[in-house]
């Protein structure tokens, strides 16, 4: 194995659970979000050269699962006009998960879930958050303001019901 | 015990990570695996590059000779320009759809071209899907209101226009598009959130001075303009 097959496979190797978790958040099935993560490190080595050198690899690689997400759906679509998005429901991921804070998270619009995303699992600042999705900073502000009170009400109401029981 | 107030923006985040960090993911494939696939997928594309060299060269003999209609509909870089509407997809991410109410609509068009700049859409033709209840969002996808002075009631619409975010479209969730050539010549299109995985269909036109079930005005919208035929008698 070359220095840059060796380079790429130990980033790989510490890359794959974090961008695989902060795909899920924003595309809500695993199983989807896996095929789209492997595709995306697909490009990854093809431009290897390019991707070591970007200052937020994995964020690289996760913008690009997202967009590749994107297309697959479209050829899906096309070829099965009815089928239906695949978003894994909560409650079917097995027992003890936060099924209210998970709902929540996945009916957040769309860009509030990849910010929300880039911060948690790949622990992004605002302004590299902002670099990747190619907005303003404060515009990631506002959208991690607006996803973080809206988890929040979903949380503070629940733990209020479980209270009150 | 109301907590409302204990929760920080770090506490929120924190317990977000935590219940996605504890669903099952699957481990990392093998890395030679990866690098096949990121091989192959290099081949392809030179493939096609190659290809792409041979439909550029033929679609410069056609604009040549006049044969833009041969190659499909006229299109300019963000624009898809049909007889029925223009879809424009604009700077910030939104597309703007403008629908010629000269022509009829074109359901399979819009709902491919829809596609093309993300945002997913069913487009129908005599008949409207609908889910009960309807996913919040709608707002923030279909941001304003469209040009003209029909939205929300019974008046006919020079050139209905809207414009749609696909950023802001909710994970499930996909955007309803319901189109009716009415018996009064008029074209009447209802525009909606539908979640993929729960929705019901109906042939009927919605009543268009009231929303859908399920839904209420700031979640739906109606448009009603005129047809390619002179509306009525």
Redesign the interface.
């Known amino acids: 194995m070359s220095n840059e097959q060796t380079e790429f496979a130990e980033f790989f190797r510490g890359s794959w659970e974090p961008c695989l978790r902060a795909v899920v958040a924003v595309v809500g099935s695993p199983q989807s979000a896996e095929d789209q993560v492997a595709e995306a490190f697909a490009k990854a080595w093809v431009s290897w050269r390019k991707v070591r050198r970007h200052p937020a690899p994995r964020a690289w690689v996760v913008r690009t699962a997202l967009n590749t997400g994107a297309s697959w759906w479209r050829r899906r679509r096309r070829e099965l006009p009815l089928a239906d998005h695949d978003v894994t429901a909560p409650g079917d991921l097995g027992g003890g998960l936060d099924t209210t804070l998970l709902t929540a998270l996945w009916r957040l619009p769309a860009r509030q879930r990849e910010v929300i995303a880039l911060r948690i699992f790949l622990d992004l600042d605002t302004d590299t958050i902002a670099r990747q999705l190619g907005i303003e900073a404060g515009t990631v502000r506002m959208h991690l303001s607006r996803g973080v009170t809206a988890l929040r009400h979903e949380l503070t109401t629940a733990k209020n019901m479980e209270a009150g029981q | ?4 107030d204990e ?1 920080s ?1 770090n506490e ?18 093998d ?1 030679e695996a ?2 096949a ?3 192959a ?2 081949r392809r594309r030179r493939l096609s590059a190659a290809a792409g060299v041979s439909v550029a060269a033929a679609a410069g003999t056609a604009l040549a000779l006049g044969l833009t209609g041969a190659l499909g509909p006229a299109r300019t870089p963000g624009t898809i320009r049909t007889t029925s509407f223009t879809l424009v997809s604009n700077s910030d991410g939104t597309a703007t759809l403008t629908i010629n109410p000269k022509e009829l609509l074109d359901p399979t068009a819009l ?2 071209d829809l ?2 700049y ?1 945002i ?1 859409a069913k487009v129908t033709s005599s008949s409207f899907c609908t889910s009960d209840p309807a ?3 709608f707002a ?2 279909v941001p304003g209101q469209p040009a003209g002075p029909g939205t929300g009631t019974p008046q006919p619409v020079a050139q209905p226009t809207i414009t749609i975010d ?9 955007l309803s598009v319901g189109y009716f050539q009415l018996s009064s010549g008029e074209q009447q299109a209802d525009v909606v959130l539908i979640d ?2 729960s929705y019901t269909c109906t042939s009927t036109p919605p009543d268009f001075n009231s929303p859908p079930p399920g839904y209420d005005e700031s979640d739906s919208l109606g448009l009603r303009y005129d047809g390619p035929s002179p509306a009525g008698p």
């Open positions: 015990m109301n907590v409302h929760m923006d929120v985040l924190r317990a977000a990570s935590d219940s996605l960090s504890a669903l099952p993911v699957a481990s990392p494939p890395v990866i690098m696939k990121g091989r997928r290099r709902q491919s596609a093309q993300g997913p996913p919040a969002g923030q996808v696909p950023s802001a479209m909710p994970a499930g969730a996909e993929t995985s």
